[in-house]
């Protein structure tokens, strides 16, 4: 059983950065397809970016070219850098597994990926 642990949360005003990390225990992520999704109060779940068991990113349209996924293998960790943050960017961010590595599609510029675990999340709070 994959646990994961998210931090590096927190409020900032908007063109601010954060990097959120996401400890895995129980299982070594080097070959796992990963992601990070994000849900606000009433809104759907979004996701945010994934990265394959090659290394391969994919980005929501919403956040391509200022948010960045990647993984430590020596530390088990994820990570997602965030920059130009911005207000449309608060939620409670998850990370998740995919451990069969299954599709991944875009519905109108939205990423989509089956989670099979997930972490409590860290909220990130993006003010004008």
């Known amino acids: 059983q994959v646990q994961l642990v998210e931090s590096g949360g927190g409020s900032v005003q908007a063109g601010g950065s954060l990097r959120l990390s996401c400890v895995a225990s129980?299982?070594?992520?080097?070959?796992?397809?990963m992601g990070w999704f994000r849900q606000a109060p009433g809104k759907d779940r979004e996701g945010v970016a994934y990265?394959?068991?090659?290394?391969?990113?994919s980005y929501a349209d919403s956040v391509k070219g200022r948010f960045t996924i990647s993984k430590d293998n020596a530390k088990n960790t994820l990570y997602l850098l965030m920059n130009s943050l911005e207000p449309e960017d608060t939620a409670m961010y998850y990370c998740?597994?995919?451990?069969?590595?299954?599709?991944?599609?875009?519905?109108?510029?939205?990423?989509?990926?089956?989670?099979?675990?997930r972490g409590q999340g860290t909220q990130v709070t993006v003010s004008s």
């Open positions: 129980g299982y070594t992520i080097s070959n796992m397809c």
């Open positions: 998740a597994t995919d451990q069969a590595c299954g599709d991944i599609w875009y519905d109108d510029g939205d990423l989509h990926f089956e989670p099979d675990s």
């Open positions: 990265i394959d068991n090659n290394g391969d990113t």
